[in-house]
């Protein structure tokens, strides 16, 4: 992406109106990443902005009927498209990276085919390279930008979990790697109500993956059809929070439109491509001022932060610290998430903690806060009257005694 193309692209995220998704697309991969990103922000954009550019997540541009099975003649697995009855040309989905075709197995399993699209990895990389070189730049006459808000942490970020994507095989290692955890602490913590898909690696590369086609509904289905319960999600956040506040290794890009609901009532995990792993420190520093929170212990929360920072704060910038802190949650507990979001107050938190108090998030911190978004923009949308972080209390409880946190620690 080119600086004149960027600062076009910015327009478009920033401008009042809604913006042009088609134009947006046009400009690639990378562009699709960032305005995705953007979409989590409604700490600077309008929830109606935020709401149109989520609909990337699901409904980005499909590759041509035509060219479809030609790409997977040209890219799949030899003899692939023999172990099939029929595939679909119409896509069921389409996303950024790749889109998703039903078919059936000739042994009869009902399936989906997913395909990565014509964009690749190099013309990706070199899409970043030409950013990261004006963004550092741009950072040696703002240099206050590395610390709050780091353009190229964000796109180191997106850059990492984004080539991952781009190979196949890495959904099935991912959903091993989940569910392997998931196996490990069933007696102390069970999720009864997750799974993930049956894959088929033997007739799957890097660029055409086969997996079982899940009968249910996405939650971005579900918001759109007004049907989302609130015991639904906090039994997602359960599941979802265990492995972002517990364990450490976690979905790294669960959207909306990446978890569906089958018809036995269990989250499935998809597009498990991309999984983080966030140091021990960053983890349960958030899960410890999370809990804080939830108990309406704001000192010891804005305590819990203290813990990502190694200077030796005097009392005159302490104070401050917790001044400014102090300001920020005013009133936290009495107002809902619809009036006052997870993710404009985390913004806020995570700029007075390093601004103030010198404390050192690192680009780990990143995947959690944005999981955190994406569950906040759930709630927005969904039951915006409830008070979420008081909500999540008997979960962060059940995280601490099932999982071990705080024990040897």
Not at 119 to 134: A, H
């Amino acid at each position: 992406m080119r600086l004149l193309t960027f600062l076009r692209f910015m327009r478009q995220i920033l401008k009042k109106g809604p913006a042009d998704l088609d134009w947006i697309q046009r400009q690639g991969l990378l562009s699709v990443k960032l305005a995705q990103i953007f979409a989590l922000r409604s700490d600077i954009l309008s929830v109606e902005k935020c709401q149109q550019l989520q609909s990337l997540y699901q409904h980005a541009a499909t590759i041509p009927s035509e060219d479809v099975f030609a790409n997977i003649d040209s890219r799949g697995p030899k003899g692939f498209r023999e172990q099939f009855s029929w595939i679909d040309e119409e896509p069921l989905a389409a996303a950024s990276v790749g889109q998703v075709h039903r078919g059936q197995l000739k042994n009869g399993d009902d399936v989906v085919v997913k395909i990565i699209k014509s964009q690749n990895e190099k013309e990706f990389r070199r899409d970043v390279n030409r950013m990261r070189n004006w963004l550092r730049l741009f950072l040696f006459f703002s240099p206050k930008l590395r610390k709050v808000g780091n353009p190229i942490a964000l796109l180191n970020h997106v850059a990492d979990y984004t080539t991952r994507e781009l190979d196949l095989t890495n959904e099935i290692a991912g959903a091993d790697e989940l569910r392997n955890i998931q196996n490990q602490i069933k007696d102390t913590f069970p999720m009864p109500l997750l799974r993930f898909p049956k894959y088929y690696p033997d007739i799957s590369n890097e660029h055409v993956l086969v997996s079982e086609y899940i009968k249910g509904e996405s939650l971005e289905e579900g918001i759109e059809a007004g049907n989302l319960e609130w015991d639904t999600l906090l039994q997602l956040f359960r599941i979802h929070g265990a492995f972002l506040f517990g364990i450490g290794t976690f979905h790294g890009d669960l959207h909306p439109g990446n978890c569906i609901i089958d018809e036995n009532g269990k989250f499935v995990f998809i597009d498990n491509g991309a999984i983080c792993h966030a140091p021990q420190h960053v983890n349960r520093t958030l899960f410890t001022f999370f809990e804080h929170l939830s108990k309406k212990q704001l000192t010891e929360a804005f305590d819990a932060l203290l813990q990502m920072s190694n200077a030796n704060l005097e009392a005159v910038k302490l104070e401050k610290y917790y001044s400014r802190m102090g300001e920020i949650y005013q009133d936290f507990e009495k107002k809902p998430v619809g009036e006052q979001s997870l993710t404009q107050i985390m913004m806020k938190t995570v700029r007075t903690a390093v601004e103030k108090a010198k404390a050192d998030f690192g680009e780990e911190a990143f995947p959690i806060i944005r999981a955190l978004m994406y569950l906040d923009g759930l709630v927005i949308r969904t039951h915006p009257d409830v008070m979420l972080i008081q909500s999540m209390g008997p979960y962060l409880e059940e995280f601490r005694i099932g999982l071990g946190i705080g024990v040897n620690q």
